[in-house]
């Protein structure tokens, strides 16, 4: 992975996550049918729950983080910009998976960066359970997406095609089920095992045909732990991976639609790279230029 390819990939992730967030916040806790009667379809920016471009606490966490990395090099010393987050940005209670599953995204990045292993990943994610003091659940969802970020981005010339992505016993899905089967034998805890929802996403998305993405996300289930809006956006990515829709799509489902599109965003972006996104949306992206150079800048100084 040389530098250029990875200065794309690092700021269409860092983008599409907030990009997706913003395009989701109008939808934040609709049904997709109150959605369509509002909006029609979320294909732009619309007012609601602030203004339009403007980005929530999903976003903020893991810029935060992003920062952190481009000054320090690494994630020693979280507590304070989290500390500093917490203060200003507050989490919604109703929703226990917001602004936590984005933190994780930037650890993946500085997992494909750094080339780290899978113990790797697992032991950068400690950081963040430990400071937020989470769930042993929580911290399974956090670690197994940065684990999907890294190898986006890390093995980005072998998943080109369906059959890389999921449909092979050594596809991503199929060694991400593989890496949560080994960290969910080591709990007790026996409810949102996710070993079992991404064997679930990974079915659906070989039926031939696949089902529309709001009918099975609507089988999945619309709660904002952590295990659904993990799986729910991991289907929602891999239904379309380099299709900027998708995460239109995505908002226009509506209940935790700025986390479910903030990290679909991420994983688009992660895959398909800067040219997925219209330029007219970037430019109306609340401090989307920032956004992009520090996904730019992210990566020169992690691959130095």
Known sequence: MDREFAGNRFAACLLGLTLGDALGRPAADLTPY???RKFQFIDGFFKGNGEPGQYTCESRAALAISSHLLKHGNLEGL??????LALHDPPDIGS?????????????????????D???????CKKI???????????????????VIREIVRNHDSLL???????????????????????????????DRLYEKIGFVRKRLMER??????????????????AECLCRSTYCFLYAPDDFSTICKTASLGGSAPLDASLV???????????????????????GSKVEALGIKLAERLMA
């Open 79 to 84: 507590d304070e910009p989290l500390a500093n």
């Open 161 to 191: 095609n369906p059959y890389e992505l999921y449909d092979s016993d050594r596809s991503l899905l199929s060694r991400a089920m593989g890496f949560c089967l080994e960290m969910e034998s080591k709990t007790d805890e026996t409810e």
């Open 34 to 36: 109150q959605v369509l």
């Open 96 to 116: 226990p998976a917001r602004g936590f599953l984005p933190m994780f995204v930037p650890v993946g990045l500085y997992a494909a960066a750094k080339g780290l």
């Open 209 to 226: 045909p696949q089902p529309d993405m709001a009918v099975l996300v609507g089988t999945m289930g619309n709660r904002a732990t952590t």
């Open 129 to 147: 359970v430990v400071l937020t003091k989470r769930s042993r659940s929580d911290a399974i969802a956090g670690v197994l997406l940065a684990f």
């Open 118 to 124: 899978d113990h790797g990943v697992k032991d950068c």
């Open 265 to 287: 965003g991420a994983l688009v972006g992660a895959y398909a790279g800067l040219a997925v996104f219209p330029q007219d949306m970037k430019d109306q992206l609340e401090n």
